[in-house]
T-cell receptor, first 119, second 117 residues
Framework: AQKITQTQPGMFVQEKEAVTLDCTYD???????LFWYKQPSSGEMIFLIY??????QNATEGRYSLNFQKARKSANLVISASQLGDSAMYFC????????????????FGTGTRLKVLA | DTGVSQNPRHKITKRGQNVTFRCDPI?????LYWYRQTLGQGPEFLTY????????KSRLLSDRFSAERPKGSFSTLEIQRTEQGDSAMYLC???????????????FGPGTRLTVL
């Protein structure tokens, strides 16, 4: 079963506007972490923002914020004031069992959303 | 530069040849991961090291694949008898564990793009 679902293969946004990239996840583990990465055409995965399953508040990091709705199992990324340099692939990822010291350490990634910022 | 580095950045090889990739993690990170990413997909986990111990391997890691981290610092990923289906981006990541930031965030290198002809 798909554990991370990104339903938007591609998105367009006008420069300086805000955009929301969707991510839903599936897990039965009460302790997990959700991550967003940006992958420009150069290929490197750049860490953007993190949300822990026990965090009470939505994570924010500069122009990035995470709209975390635990009951709905969604962790949408909001980019405010889009810039041309934001054009890239964006991946949502999850690590289960975040608070244990053994077990799986792998991230499970979604298929990504390609964002294009228009001038 | 204190980020994760990978060499080579690009590798073109003929089917049947062996290839080896190297990853140098962030210096204080004791956890190291290998992922494979094919076109249009997110990265898929291959294997994980804590220091020099290989603690987790994916079923994607067939017998032709082997990874090492002999001194708990850099790691190598070797693919023997390459096949065209091995063509992909191979990404390395490292993390500190549940340390200062309590997130175990993985930081990725630039990747090695493998093309098997």
């Amino acid at each position: 079963a798909q554990k991370i679902t990104q339903t938007q293969p591609g998105m367009f946004v006008q420069e300086k506007e805000a955009v929301t990239l969707d991510c839903t996840y599936d897990t039965s583990d009460p302790s997990y972490g959700l991550f967003w990465y940006k992958q420009p055409s150069s290929g490197e995965m750049i860490f953007l923002i993190y949300q822990g399953s026990y965090d009470q508040q939505n994570a924010t990091e500069g122009r990035y914020s995470l709209n975390f709705q635990k009951a709905r199992k969604s962790a949408n990324l909001v980019i405010s004031a889009s810039q041309l340099g934001d054009s890239a692939m964006y991946f949502c990822a999850m690590r289960e069992g975040l608070r244990i010291t053994s077990g799986t350490y792998k991230y499970i990634f979604g298929t990504g959303t390609r964002l294009k910022v228009l001038a | 530069d204190t980020g994760v580095s990978q060499n080579p950045r690009h590798k073109i090889t003929k089917r049947g040849q062996n290839v080896t990739f190297r990853c140098d993690p962030i210096s204080e990170h004791n956890r190291l991961y290998w992922y494979r990413q094919t076109l249009g997909q997110g990265p898929e986990f291959l294997t994980y090291f804590q220091n020099e111990a290989q603690l987790e391997k994916s079923r994607l890691l067939s017998d032709r694949f082997s990874a090492e981290r002999p001194k708990g610092s850099f790691s190598t990923l070797e693919i023997q008898r390459t096949e065209q289906g091995d063509s992909a981006m191979y990404l390395c990541a490292s993390s500190l564990g549940l340390g200062r930031d309590n997130t175990d965030t993985q930081y990725f290198g630039p990747g090695t793009r493998l093309t098997v002809l």
